[in-house]
């Protein structure tokens, strides 16, 4: 049970960071490669503590970390994480997939019903 419970409240943390578009813009650039602070702030209109700011609830939410490399404090992305919420976004969009095939058989299936009920009328 405190397996799920840690993982419905990754997930939650997760998609709540993803709720902002900074955060997100921040999540692309990693895609890239890692970055300093001061590189990811770059693109953005607010002060650097407002992107560490952001990148601490990356880093609450499991999608980023950060290492040191001299006097450097480069953030990496956290692949597994994001594996993680597409796997979980996945999930749902097959099963959807699936109801929407079997809906379409069933229509495929059906009698024509008339288009138009004057036209029956005629």
Avoid: C
């Amino acid at each position: 049970m405190d397996d799920e419970m840690d993982t419905e409240e990754r997930l939650n943390r997760a998609f709540v960071a993803l709720g902002d578009p900074v955060r997100r813009a921040i999540i692309a650039r990693l895609s890239r490669g890692p970055a300093t602070v001061n590189e990811l702030a770059e693109p953005f209109d607010i002060t650097l503590q407002a992107v560490s700011k952001h990148i601490q609830v990356l880093e609450q939410a499991g999608l980023v970390t950060r290492t040191r490399d001299a006097q450097r404090r480069p953030v990496h992305l956290e692949p597994a994480q994001l594996e993680r919420l597409t796997a979980w976004i996945d999930r749902y969009r097959l099963e959807m997939e699936r109801r929407y095939r079997s809906l379409d058989a069933l229509l495929a299936s059906a009698p024509d019903a008339p288009h138009d009920s004057k036209e029956k009328e005629s």
